[in-house]
């Protein structure tokens, strides 16, 4: 019997809470770019994730509402933070309209401390957002219009995209079962670690 080990496709979950759909597209763009540099990616909204012990790396993300992620998201991190902390992680965060300073609202600076400290990610980006005024709920009219938010869809596709082939960069295809799953990320990355991702 051959004692080699056995070689795996590396796996990773990218998961996205979103309110009206635009940052789960943004996750899509992600996955579907990790996919075509060879990585076994199933991305999903953030309140379909069961486990994430079967993944190598994740990529976690939520639409910005009043200063925070969304409840699935955050859910999803305090559920499984022992073992997202163990693996590579990315966060990003969709929020931001039109002027990246123009915050709605805006006393509400973007908080994912808590997040950040619990998985300690490799880094955490965010993403311009998308305002689609048909698609919001009444409160959420009455509010975008008292503070006057820009209306219109501002994701970055290509800073999306070069957010994606960084984490590809930092992930190899594949890992031999006898690591254990587990992507050691190089230790240039590690020095990168984002501890506190408290925006201004
Ligand atoms: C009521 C409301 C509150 C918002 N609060 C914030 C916020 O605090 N910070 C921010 O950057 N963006 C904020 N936004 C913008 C959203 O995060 C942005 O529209 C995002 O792209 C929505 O993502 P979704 O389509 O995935 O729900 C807010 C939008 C609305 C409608």
Redesign the pocket.
Known sequence: MSSLPRVVDVRVLVAAA???????EIAQAIGRTLSARGLDVLTLPAEEVDAVDGFDAAVLGS?????HWLEPARDLVEAHAAALASRPVWLFS????GDPDH???PD?A?DVSAQAEAVQPVEHRIFA???DRQA?AFR?KA??AALK?PVGDFRDWEAIEAFAQSIADRLPESTSLDSGRSVDLPSEAEATRTRSCRRR
Do not use: F, N, Q, W
């Open positions: 979103s309110r009206h759909g635009s940052t789960l639409a910005v509402y009043y200063g969709s929020g931001p309209l915050r709605l609202p509400d973007l957002g998308k305002l919001l959420e509010m975008v938010a």
